[in-house]
């Protein structure tokens, strides 16, 4: 019975992959991604050079670049089919759309022609190494698996920034002036973060008051953070800014008291950490009160057993654990806070304090670059969010250790193969488990 049993587990179990990898596998999948990158290339700068030309291009020619990059394109995506043919049409494709590109000497200039004939080649070459794969889309898929994920990753990245290079230069920025502005478009930066940090700081402590204040019995405290967060989450940021940088002053003078009108009387600089701290308070009070809730009543109740007090309790036993849940919201909060200190030059800072979209204006219009110096300061933005989001990231791996239990994100996990070039996996393809023989 026992020996019919394994029979029939036998024959149910999912066969292995015996074949050997062709070589030239890795050739192919590499050709095939040139291909579909080239034709989608073409299609995506196809309406940029045309209105960018100075020339007016024929239509016939237009049309006939738009359907070869379509046609290259669809090669390097036949190349994952099972028909050997589909290795003769991709580099029938390939070889067609730069053989037009030379005769016509390029839609506008050489520089299609060598950009084109640069992806041509290479992709021709990997072809021809990958040739006995032609037809064996699995033979494929394993290369790909072997290649891994970080490398792939970096290949979007090098493609990405490629793009982004060739619209520069097509779109004809003026590059110099954008790296002479550039150290005094930084110099904003300090500035920039100092509003942000301060901001962050305010915005907490506003944060964890209202959420008490939402989360207690006390008709005061209840009353006064509920009229706090309908405010400020109800009203323009740029108005409360305008608010606190104008009115506070107006409402001392009108109260007839000097001290207090320049009291009230705040720099720029001063008003946009005030404004940004109460405004992204408010929205994080509800981030702190669903921290603060998130926790188990057991824990409050297993407080109130050791004969605790309210703030007893909150510092030693529920705040801790809030924390874990807080702290991710609130660094997003705190990137896109940054991102919203640029409201501040609304409020005329003087130069000498000017963070980086204020530095950017001035920057621009002396020279009537105002689109290069916004760039500079976009970019400048995106590596200060891309370096805080890091630090985000491992403060938050950090926190949930002994709480998400670590998983193989999915693509990263490296495909390894057995000799004879059959996929690594769990034996008997039975849930990674193998079924041990019978016997003591």
């Given at each position: 019975?026992?020996?019919?049993?394994?029979?029939?587990?036998?024959?149910?179990?999912?066969?292995?992959?015996?074949?050997?990898?062709?070589?030239?596998?890795l050739?192919?999948?590499?050709?095939?991604?040139l291909?579909?990158?080239?034709?989608a290339?073409?299609?995506?700068?196809l309406?940029?050079?045309?209105?960018?030309?100075?020339a007016?291009?024929?239509?016939?020619?237009?049309?006939?670049?738009a359907?070869?990059?379509?046609?290259?394109?669809v090669?390097?995506?036949?190349?994952?089919?099972?028909w050997?043919?589909?290795?003769?049409?991709?580099?029938?494709?390939?070889?067609?759309?730069v053989?037009?590109l030379?005769?016509?000497?390029?839609?506008?200039?050489?520089?299609?022609?060598?950009?084109?004939g640069s992806?041509?080649?290479a992709a021709v070459?990997?072809l021809?190494?990958?040739?006995?794969?032609?037809g064996?889309?699995?033979?494929?898929?394993?290369?790909?698996?072997?290649?891994p994920?970080?490398?792939?990753?970096?290949?979007?990245?090098?493609?990405i920034?490629?793009v982004?290079?060739?619209f520069?230069?097509?779109?004809?920025?003026?590059t110099?002036?954008?790296?002479d502005?550039?150290?005094?478009?930084?110099?904003?930066?300090p500035?920039?973060i100092?509003?942000?940090?301060?901001a962050?700081?305010?915005?907490m402590?506003?944060?964890?008051?209202?959420?008490?204040?939402?989360?207690?019995?006390?008709p005061?405290?209840?009353?006064?953070?509920?009229?706090?967060t309908?405010?400020?989450?109800?009203?323009p940021?740029?108005?409360?800014?305008?608010?606190?940088?104008?009115?506070?002053?107006?409402?001392?003078?009108?109260l007839?008291?000097?001290?207090?009108?320049?009291?009230l009387?705040?720099t720029?600089?001063?008003?946009?950490?005030?404004g940004?701290g109460l405004?992204?308070?408010a929205?994080?009070t509800?981030?702190?009160?669903?921290g603060?809730q998130?926790?188990?009543h057991?824990?409050?109740e297993?407080?109130?057993?050791l004969?605790?007090?309210?703030?007893q309790?909150?510092?030693?036993v529920?705040?801790?654990?809030?924390v874990?849940?807080?702290i991710?919201?609130?660094?997003?909060?705190?990137?896109?806070?940054?991102?919203?200190?640029?409201?501040?030059?609304?409020?005329?800072?003087?130069?000498?304090?000017?963070e980086?979209?204020?530095?950017?204006?001035?920057?621009?219009?002396?020279?009537?670059?105002?689109?290069?110096?916004?760039?500079?300061?976009?970019?400048?933005?995106w590596?200060?969010?891309?370096?805080?989001?890091?630090?985000?990231?491992r403060l938050?791996?950090?926190?949930s250790?002994?709480y998400v239990?670590?998983?193989?994100?999915?693509?990263?996990?490296?495909?390894?193969?057995?000799?004879?070039?059959?996929?690594a996996?769990?034996?008997n393809?039975?849930?990674g488990?193998?079924?041990?023989?019978?016997?003591?």
């Open positions: 019975m026992r020996a019919d049993a394994a029979a029939a587990g036998a024959e149910v179990a999912p066969a292995a992959y015996d074949a050997e990898i062709p070589r030239g596998s050739g192919l999948l590499l050709a095939a991604w291909l579909l990158v080239e034709g290339l073409g299609l995506i700068f309406p940029i050079i045309v209105i960018t030309a100075d007016r291009i024929p239509p016939g020619d237009i049309a006939a670049f359907a070869l990059s379509v046609a290259t394109a090669g390097g995506g036949l190349l994952y089919s099972r050997p043919v589909s290795w003769w049409l991709a580099l029938t494709a390939g070889l067609g759309s053989a037009w030379v005769v016509d000497r390029g839609l506008t200039s050489w520089n299609e022609v060598v950009i084109a992806f041509t080649v070459v990997l021809v190494v990958g040739r006995r794969a032609a064996r889309p699995e033979a494929m898929a394993l290369a790909s698996a072997q290649i994920f970080r490398v792939k990753l970096a290949l979007v990245w090098v493609g920034v490629f982004l290079s060739l520069f230069a097509l779109a004809g920025f003026d110099q002036f954008m790296r502005r550039f150290g005094y478009i930084a110099s904003g930066l500035f920039t100092a509003i942000a940090v301060g962050i700081l305010l915005a402590v506003l944060a964890l008051l209202g959420a008490l204040g939402r989360l207690s019995s006390n005061i405290a209840f009353g006064v953070s509920g009229f706090y309908s405010f400020f989450r109800g009203t940021l740029i108005v409360q800014l305008f608010l606190i940088y104008l009115a506070l002053p107006q409402i001392g003078s009108n007839g008291s000097r001290n207090l009108t320049e009291l009387t705040l720029a600089f001063q008003a946009g950490i005030l940004l405004n992204y308070g929205y994080m509800e981030i702190f009160r669903a603060i998130s926790v188990g057991g824990q409050s297993a407080a109130d057993a004969a605790m007090s309210y703030a309790k909150m510092r030693r529920v705040l801790p654990q809030a874990r849940v807080i991710p919201p609130t660094g997003n909060e705190f990137i896109a806070m940054m991102k919203d200190t640029a409201l501040v030059s609304f409020l005329g800072v003087a130069a000498a304090q000017a980086l979209f204020r530095r950017a204006q001035l920057a621009g219009k002396a020279s009537f670059r105002n689109l290069e110096a916004f760039l500079v300061a976009a970019a400048l933005y590596g200060l969010t891309t370096i805080f989001s890091f630090f985000q990231g938050e791996r950090r926190l250790r002994g239990r670590a998983a193989a994100a999915p693509g990263r996990r490296r495909g390894r193969l057995l000799p004879g070039g059959r996929p996996g769990p034996a393809g039975a849930g488990t193998e079924v041990p023989a019978h016997g003591h």
